[in-house]
């Protein structure tokens, strides 16, 4: 089992930065793979970033990319994404998952999920 706790949301103007943190706990050369996903009010949780195990491999999602970095320190088991340029769109719960496989942006591959924190933009 892996658990992942995010942490570091909260309100911030459009225009502005924010970094969220996601730190992993147990099994976690079980699931090398990390991603972000975001879930806004009434929509679908979709894909921002996602990044393998060496960091050799990096996907982002189209309206992120430019925008938001996503890194990690194995270390300190640990993953960010830095987000610059924040824009009212980007409000919304941003997600952690660690999945077995290799770096995806599908749901699907990813076997652990944190609970969530919340980044809200004000325009």
């Known amino acids: 089992q892996v658990q992942l706790v995010e942490s570091g949301g909260g309100l911030v103007q459009a225009g502005g930065s924010l970094k969220v943190s996601c730190a992993a706990s147990?099994?976690?050369?079980?699931?090398?793979?990390m991603g972000w996903f975001r879930q806004a009010p009434g929509k679908e949780r979709e894909f921002v970033a996602a990044?393998?195990?060496?960091?050799?491999?990096?996907y982002y999602a189209d309206s992120v990319k430019g925008r938001f970095t996503i890194s990690r320190d194995n270390a300190k088991n640990t993953v960010y994404l830095q987000m610059n340029s924040l824009k009212p769109e980007d409000t919304a719960d941003y997600y952690c998952?660690?999945?077995?496989?290799?770096?995806?942006?599908?749901?699907?591959?990813?076997?652990?999920w944190g609970q969530g924190t919340q980044v809200t933009v004000s325009s």
């Open positions: 998952a660690a999945g077995a496989g290799t770096a995806a942006s599908l749901r699907f591959r990813y076997d652990y």
């Open positions: 147990g099994r976690t050369f079980s699931a090398p793979a």
């Open positions: 990044i393998s195990w060496s960091g050799s491999s990096i």
